[in-house]
């Protein structure tokens, strides 16, 4: 099969397409043939190696331990490890798998769920990272409910645009922060209030949130506290290395109070992805493509999102 992969840490150049055996299931694995894959933020990180700390986690220092790259993807079951009863060949599925970026990948069969009928390849594969992270954020970290005012900052990108969905649908009101260009979008996925944050600053209102999620956080976690309500709750999902690392110190003593900070780290799951999957269906939340790529231009494909202005989802089409 063909796969996109890499030897060496670095950026998009150092991608090229190969020639590999296809993958074997693992008996609690499904084999599936590629239609669309989408790109996240993670991809440019994992191929660079950054940050650091990463690579521990990834087991590879100097060199990158897995060769192949791409986690979301949508495609069909081509055959299913021995102890999978839940999928057979030929069903339509989406989830994550490690070297997503390739003719055929391996999933657990938990990291699956089926593709609505009515949902393209490439809206499934849109799905897997950016809206479990949306979902989890909003209903597990930030305790989402409805009437609260949220405050999505990073509003625009893979995590944001479904956020925004997810966060009309648990009932609240949503305050969307993204450049004026992307405005628009905000107001049309849903969003209350749409802040350009190249003309205005969210933290010249008056206005107090029971939850902000920093999406894609480029302010002080001291700034986002002005703007919480006297028990609001802070959520950080992603953004710029500062910001984590002021979150990942200073969440529990922040917290002493009645506000809470959290740093919040996406699990994928079968239950999530098949929720996500009926809100697909149903048209609860509908993924904002932005651009497809050909599979010959993953590097492209993944520059584009790492110049961090992607509008939603960048989907490359496999077969
Ligand atoms: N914790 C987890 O489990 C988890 C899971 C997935 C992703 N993440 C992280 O979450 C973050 C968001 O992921 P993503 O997939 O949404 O990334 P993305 O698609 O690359 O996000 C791009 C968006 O970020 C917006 N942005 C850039 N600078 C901004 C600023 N100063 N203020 C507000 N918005 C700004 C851009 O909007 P404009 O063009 O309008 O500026 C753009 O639409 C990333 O850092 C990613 O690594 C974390």
Not at 217 to 237: E, T, W
């Amino acid at each position: 099969m063909k796969a996109i992969i890499r030897s060496e840490y670095g950026g998009p150049e150092m991608l090229r397409m190969a020639e590999l055996p296809r993958p074997m299931p693992g008996d609690d694995e499904i084999l599936v043939r590629v239609r669309a894959a989408s790109v996240n933020a993670m991809d440019w990180r994992l191929l660079r190696g950054t940050p650091f700390p990463a690579r521990l986690a990834a087991g590879g220092l100097r060199r990158p331990a897995r060769t192949k790259l791409g986690h979301d993807f949508a495609g069909d079951v081509e055959a299913v490890g021995s102890n999978v009863t839940a999928f057979e060949a030929g069903d339509a599925v989406f989830g994550s798998g490690a070297g997503a970026f390739a003719e055929y990948v391996c999933a657990r069969a938990t990291q699956v769920a089926p593709k609505p009928g009515n949902a393209t390849y490439a809206q499934a594969a849109s799905v897997p990272v950016a809206a479990i992270t949306a979902l989890q954020a909003l209903r597990d970290a930030g305790h989402a409910k409805s009437g609260q005012r949220v405050l999505l900052d990073g509003a625009a990108g893979g995590v944001g645009t479904f956020a925004i969905q997810i966060a009309r649908t648990l009932g609240t009101t949503v305050t969307a922060v993204c450049s004026g260009t992307n405005a628009a979008q905000a107001a049309a996925l849903g969003a209350d209030r749409v802040i350009d944050y190249t003309r205005e600053d969210f933290l010249h209102d008056d206005v107090r949130y029971d939850l902000v999620v920093g999406v894609n956080a480029h302010r002080s976690i001291f700034d986002y506290r002005c703007v919480l309500g006297p028990a609001g709750i802070y959520v950080l999902v992603g953004g710029g290395g500062p910001q984590l690392l002021q979150a990942f110190l200073l969440a529990k003593p922040l917290s002493l109070g009645r506000q809470r900070f959290r740093l919040h780290m996406a699990r994928s799951n079968h239950d999530d992805l098949a929720l996500l999957g009926r809100f697909l269906a149903d048209r609860t939340i509908v993924p904002a493509i932005e651009c497809h790529y050909g599979f010959d231009d993953v590097a492209r494909a993944i520059a584009h999102v790492e110049r961090g202005h992607a509008r939603g989802k960048v989907v490359i089409d496999i077969a």
